[in-house]
Every structure is written in structure tokens, then in C-alpha cells.
């Protein structure tokens, strides 16, 4: 028996979501009944996909159920198995869920090696953050040498990742962030060729002088003036993956484009795409990945909450770009 | 020696274009040079992408020069030739302008036979319009039998070969178009399962009630008001080629998207195309096209005004809606 602390989904979001939509319970789990693995969780990855989650609108997903744990990608340790591909010791990610202990049938587990990175680095730059900037990258926009990738977000846990992966395709890559820190961190760390502070008041004529040469692709992360602004300055064919809207997806207002015509001048194309839709290239993208972080090709960068109460502000923070890089919460 | 009669781009529209815009001249022809051909326009083409022409804007095109014959694609005859491709009596397509006759040097002539279709439809079903049709059908949204696809202009010259190629793929076809008479003609001639008029007060509710499992494909001719309510019934891996603008791009406005956020929920595709840049899909185009319209798949229709001081009332009225089908201008 076992004392397992759980955030729950108390009750949907009306407008703006806040820590109120989430409840904090104490619950005893089980020992591990035939097929199953109890797992100690180190981290809990927070990302933006959470927040819409946390509807009961029309969405790409299933919603979270009220009152079940908050879904969440989880970095753990074994600590008992009747499994027999899982043994004490191993550690595994999967989506265990905003909780310290999970109890798994092992389908969703997968190991992973603790001698390279770290263990963490498996619920970002190698894990679902980092496919989701390989595939909106490699996939939709295909960049080419001397185009212009614009990224928004661009030193979270996707856009860092991102704009690092244009570079070595040779393209220019432009950074939107926010405040000088990530700005100056985009340009000296991640390599972007200009990254543009979208809280500072002459942003709009930043991000033109940013761009004198346009835009190529466009890896949208956020929504709302920036994707706005971006729209007057496609070249002809460029491309723009729609990976996240959390601008305006975070207190539920719209995001609205005034004047959508350039897709038609500029013979754009836009799409919009959920990683785990794409189970195929994730061997490919983590194998590039890996082997270039290992060679310090690929620079990350994270932001650590310490134990799981501190989840609900950490989610919060991040929705509101208050982390910088990757979003984790420390478990033990 | 030959009197000419020719409409050039007297000026540039600001706001609303009109007939100010367009002045009429008579000007001299003298013989064709060596290598040139005389043609006498039959027939002139009026479509919505002349719209944009006008304009000075970063567009797609070469913005047309102020004082030179509007462009416009043309079908006629030669009538005396010094180049060895074509001889008198000869019937060409081309883009001859808004003029009776024209010299070429015969690169942007075709040879058509007189002995099938009539020789507009080279202008039409089996021209430009339909090879728009045919490859924002085929290669964007590329539909599934069984599929919804939603088409506006839906009795136009586009969105009618359009609805019938959605049927012959086996999908739902659902027109948007303007007034009874047309929807009636949509669904009893094209085959159309449903069509939704966007003058009719209730067209919101009729729309809706005309999608009842959503849309899989959008053929987009038109923008604003009907584009925004498609976006509120886009199904999982909808596809949205985009075409034409024509309702704001008439008088100037921008086509909104209030709320953007199915691109990403829905996972959609949204992609702009210029037809003339896709050369190689065209005589697999005009094949399939020819052959479907032979053997009676694939019907159309046609508007036409008389006479070359005709060309910018009915262009304006076509942008307006006013015509029925293909607008032409009948020159002999």
C-alpha cells in the first residue's frame, strides 16, 4: 500500500482557466496486480496541448475527464513489476499523469537509457516536444537553404528546438519571444539569426526589420498579433505549420486573422497537425534528434517546479510564457 | 491596315473598382511581321483573377500596366499568319486581351479543333476555369467517396465543374450560391446534393443544415461570410483549396477569419493556388475534362454580353454575381 498524491480536473474552464480548475488529492494505490508495473515518477511534463484538453469543446482529442488525474508525459522508475517486459530499476516514460505513482498495464511504457541524457530530456528535446518541432519543421514546412523560418515561442521546448533544426537545414531562422532575456538567450545559445521581443512596444517594426527577406515558413505557436503580423509578410509559397495557438487558446478568446488573402497571392500553405497523429517518423525524428543533442548540435533549456503541488502555477506560468525552455515539475 | 478596338487600365481602382477604371480606343493594327499572327477574337474571357490585376499590390502577378490592353484570355481565328505554326483559318486560345484582334508571335497560342466542343468552352470547361476546378479538386482536396465537399460559386465556371468532378469522385457535393434560380440549377443540372443560397435571410441555419456530417473539402471562390461559417463545420483532415477571394477582393475589403483555431484543433489544410503555375497537370486536366464533358458527366453554362464596349459592365457584374455560369464576351 501505498500513499500516492494526484491533481485531478475538478471542473472545466468558463473563459479564462486558473488553478481552481484542479484539485489536489491523496489517494492509496495497490500493490501491482498480473501484467502490471508501479512506477515512481520523476518528472511531469507540462505542455500547452493541457490546456485544451481541459475543454469539453470539439477538439482533436478526447477531453480530460472530470475528476481523473490531469493527462501528462511522464519520466519515471520502476519500483515494482509484474510485467515481464519491465523490471525494478528500469525507467520508462509514458503518460502517467499529473501524480508521483502510477500503475500501468506497460502499453503505454516505453525504456529508456539513463548513461546518455538525462532522463528528463525524454519528455523534451527527445520526446513528444522535440518530434513535434522535427515533424512541423521536416514535414510541412521542408525548409530550404537561405529561406526564412519564423518561430514563435521560440525558446520553449518546440520553438527552441525548432529554430536550431532550420539552422542546420541552413535556413535563416527568426526568434519571437518574450522579453530581452529570451531574446538575447535565442540569439547567442539556440543560434537564431534575430529573435524579436513581442512585449516590446516597437515590435511590429522589429519584426519587419527581422524579416528582410519575408517569410518562408512559419512555425505558429502561438496565435494572436504575432501570427497576425507574420500574415503581411509571406513570400510567395510559404508554408505555415500550425502547432499551437496558446496566445489566444489560454483564456479561450479567438484567434483571428483580419485579412486571410495572402494565402491566395502568396499561394501559401497552412496546416495545422497533432504529433501523435504521425507515429511513423517518431523513430526517424528522435534518432536525428538524439544524435544531435548528443553533439551538441541542439541546445535545451528548462524550467523545474519542485513537487507536485507546484504543477497547477507551473502550467499556468508557462500558458503565460513565464518559463523559459522546457516546463518540467520534479516529482522526488 | 485594320481598326482595333481595345479596353486598357485607364487607372487604378482605390476601394471599389469600376468601369472608370477601363478606358475603350480604337487603334490601328498593321500586318503581321515575320513570325506573326493575326487573330480575331471570337470570344474574351471575364474572370475574377482580372480583379486582382488591377491592383498594384504584391500579388501573385505582375500587376497590369496602366494603358495597356487589359488581359484576358481569348478564342479565335487567325486571319493571316507569317509564322509557320499557324495558317489563316487556323482556331487558337490564348490570351489575347480585351480587344477585338491581336498580333502574336504565337508563343501563347493553342490550336483548337472546331470540330467537337464549341470553341468558348476552350475558355471554359475545358480551359483555365476547369483546369482550376480539376486541380483544387484533385491535388488539394483530393476527396473520398462519401466525402462532404463545399463549394462556393457553385454554379460559376469554376465552382460548377467543381460540384460535378466532387460527384464523379463519389462525394457529397454542397453548393453555395446566389439566389433560388441558381441553387435550383446547381442541384437539377449539376447534380449537386445540396445547394444553400447566401442571399436567403436564414443561409446560416440553411448551411448548416445542408452539412450534416461537416465538411471534408472546401473549394473556396469567394471568402467572407460564407468562408467564415465553413470554418465552424470543418471535420478532422478537412482541406481547404483556396481559389478565389472574388467577395472581398471586389471592392477592396479583407476576408476575416474570426477565429482560426480548426486549422489546429481540426488539423486542417489550407492551401492558395495559381493554376497557371502548375503547366504539367494541364493536359491530364484538359483529357479527363474533355472527355467527361463529351460524353455528357460534365455539363455547363454560359453568360453572354455582345461586344467588346460590353466587357466592363459585365465583368463588374460577374464580380457581383450577376452572371450565370461562364461570363464571355461575344466579339464577331
Not at 16 to 28: C, D, H, K, M, Y
Not at 89 to 101: E, L, R
Not at 295 to 310: N, S, V
Request: charged share 20%.
Amino acid at each position: 500500500m501505498l500513499e500516492n498524491q494526484r491533481i485531478v480536473l475538478a471542473s472545466r474552464p468558463t473563459g479564462a482557466a486558473g488553478p481552481e480548475n484542479f484539485r489536489l488529492e491523496n489517494v492509496t494505490l495497490g500493490e501491482p496486480g498480473e501484467g502490471q508495473v508501479l512506477v515512481r515518477h520523476h518528472y511531469l511534463s507540462l505542455d500547452p496541448y493541457m490546456r485544451g484538453r481541459m475543454n469539453d469543446s470539439r477538439s482533436y482529442a478526447a477531453a480530460q475527464k472530470l475528476d481523473d488525474v490531469m493527462i501528462g508525459g511522464t519520466v519515471g522508475e520502476v519500483i515494482a513489476s509484474h510485467n515481464p517486459r519491465f523490471a525494478k530499476g528500469d525507467y520508462v516514460v509514458g503518460m502517467g499523469g499529473w501524480q508521483n505513482f502510477a500503475l500501468s498495464d506497460g502499453k503505454d511504457l516505453q525504456k529508456i537509457s539513463t548513461s546518455g541524457l538525462p532522463i528528463q530530456a525524454y519528455l523534451g528535446p527527445v520526446g513528444m516536444p522535440g518530434v513535434t518541432a522535427w515533424y512541423g519543421l521536416n514535414k510541412i514546412i521542408a525548409p530550404k537553404a537561405g529561406e526564412t523560418v519564423l518561430v514563435s515561442a521560440a525558446t520553449g521546448a518546440v520553438g527552441s528546438v525548432v529554430g536550431q533544426l532550420a539552422r542546420l537545414a541552413g535556413a535563416r531562422a527568426v526568434g519571437i519571444a518574450g522579453g530581452p532575456a529570451k531574446c538575447q538567450y535565442a540569439v547567442s545559445q539556440l543560434g537564431y539569426d534575430a529573435c524579436v521581443d513581442h512585449r516590446a512596444p516597437d515590435f511590429a517594426d522589429a519584426l519587419k526589420r527581422a524579416l528582410p527577406s519575408g517569410i518562408d515558413g512559419l512555425f505558429e505557436n502561438v496565435g494572436g498579433l504575432p501570427l497576425q503580423l507574420a500574415f503581411r509578410r509571406l513570400n510567395p509559397f510559404a508554408r505555415i505549420a500550425v502547432c499551437g495557438l496558446v496566445a489566444s487558446r489560454y483564456d479561450g478568446t479567438a484567434s483571428a486573422i483580419p485579412d486571410i488573402s495572402p494565402i491566395l497571392t502568396m499561394r501559401v500553405k497552412m496546416e495545422g497537425f497533432i504529433v501523435s497523429e504521425h507515429l511513423d517518423i517518431w523513430p526517424q525524428a528522435l534518432g536525428e534528434l538524439a544524435a544531435h543533442i548528443g553533439a551538441g548540435r541542439i541546445k535545451y533549456r528548462e524550467t523545474i517546479a519542485q513537487g507536485l503541488e507546484a504543477a497547477p502555477a507551473a502550467f499556468f506560468g508557462m500558458l503565460k510564457g513565464e518559463n523559459f525552455g522546457k516546463q518540467l515539475v520534479k516529482l522526488v
